[in-house]
């Protein structure tokens, strides 16, 4: 599926806080504070190393799949045996609500694998859905998917906290960590989510949240695959518990959130190795044929590298995106493969 240039160009808002670092809040700058609203520069400064697009409209004919009626929904309601066009899913995560899509050939007798959307900051899950184009393709592979909404900032941008930089400039302290936990209990409350495969997929902000969420809650999720977006500067603190898979996809020309990283994040290269790591991999890569993601840069630009042997029969790879940017033109074989590599992850 072709995505609407006015679609691609919404997506530019998922920039705006991509140098966020999520390194030690003792040795992070104070690049938290949001930017002068007053300001008429096209671009607002989030760093000393980074320029980020204004927000842009989007059309309203774009659907944002992570609206949903003001009133929360009970999460004591009995689960949906029977859906359709007359019964649709019902919105989940009590005041930050979300509706579930749930596979064309959904019955609860069959376990189902769950993916949560993660947007980029000023993104929103619809439009991130629709960039993705993950639910399109999980009515009919057979997943539930998610893509909420973080919550909106002084700025009026939504974000998720995906560590002390990235991205709640408002310093407000959310547990994202806890919501997204609290949708993946509801969904499996109400339908039957299969708990050896629950994955999440993030751009930006989203990826960066995405890391969080493999070190913050482990035993949760399966595998996450993070796009332009990087893990904490140690693993260190995180919380015990099984192995992750991780993917990594990143530009070498993203210059919101750097390929080699900065000062105060640990770039593509390093997450990867970090992970390989604290999983226990094999230190030699596989190296695979180079593959053609990305529209808008001339032949196979994805060079994909793969770490094996690591613990519980998790994998680590790194999808370097060479003359990549920070939003790559993806191309339906990239929307393809990139769940054909999360389907076939498990605990």
């Not at 599926?1 to 160009?9: E, G, H, I, Q, T």
Request: include cysteine.
């Amino acid at each position: 599926m072709k995505l609407p240039a006015l679609l691609l160009s919404a997506l530019l808002l998922a920039a705006a806080c991509d140098t966020a670092d999520t390194a030690d809040t003792a040795t992070a700058p104070d690049t938290a504070t949001a930017p002068d609203s007053d300001s008429d520069s096209d671009t607002v400064s989030v760093s000393d190393t980074v320029s980020v697009s204004d927000t842009v409209s989007v059309s309203d004919s774009v659907s944002d799949s992570a609206a949903a009626p003001d009133t929360a929904p009970d999460s004591a309601t009995a689960p949906d045996t029977a859906w359709g066009p007359n019964n649709p899913p019902q919105p989940i995560g009590g005041d930050r609500p979300v509706t579930p899509v749930l596979p064309d050939a959904y019955t609860p007798d069959t376990a189902w694998p769950l993916v949560i959307v993660l947007h980029g900051y000023t993104a929103s899950g619809g439009v991130q859905d629709l960039y993705f184009g993950t639910s399109e393709r999980g009515r009919e592979l057979g997943f539930i998917t998610l893509a909420p909404n973080g919550l909106v900032d002084s700025k009026g941008n939504h974000y998720w906290n995906g560590g002390p930089v990235c991205c709640d400039f408002d310093h407000t302290g959310v547990d994202d960590v806890a919501y997204i936990t609290g949708l993946i209990d509801e969904a499996s409350t109400l339908w039957h989510v299969d708990p050896k495969r629950v994955y999440l997929i993030g751009h930006s902000n989203g990826a960066f949240m995405a890391h969080r969420m493999a070190c913050d809650a482990p035993g949760r999720i399966t595998a996450i695959a993070a796009l332009a977006g990087v893990s904490l500067t140690s693993l260190a603190s995180c919380e015990a518990g099984p192995p992750v898979s991780i993917l990594q996809m990143h530009g070498t020309l993203d210059d919101s959130v750097p390929y080699q990283g900065t000062p105060y994040s640990p770039g593509a290269e390093a997450t990867v190795q970090l992970r390989v790591a604290s999983n226990h991999c094999s230190p030699t890569a596989v190296v695979g044929t180079p593959r053609d993601y990305d529209d808008s840069v001339p032949g196979a630009e994805t060079l994909p590298q793969r770490w094996d042997g690591c613990d519980a029969g998790t994998t680590v790879e790194l999808w370097q995106m060479n003359g990549t940017v920070h939003l790559p033109g993806f191309n339906d074989t990239w929307r393809d493969e990139v769940l054909d590599w999360l389907l076939a992850r498990t605990r």
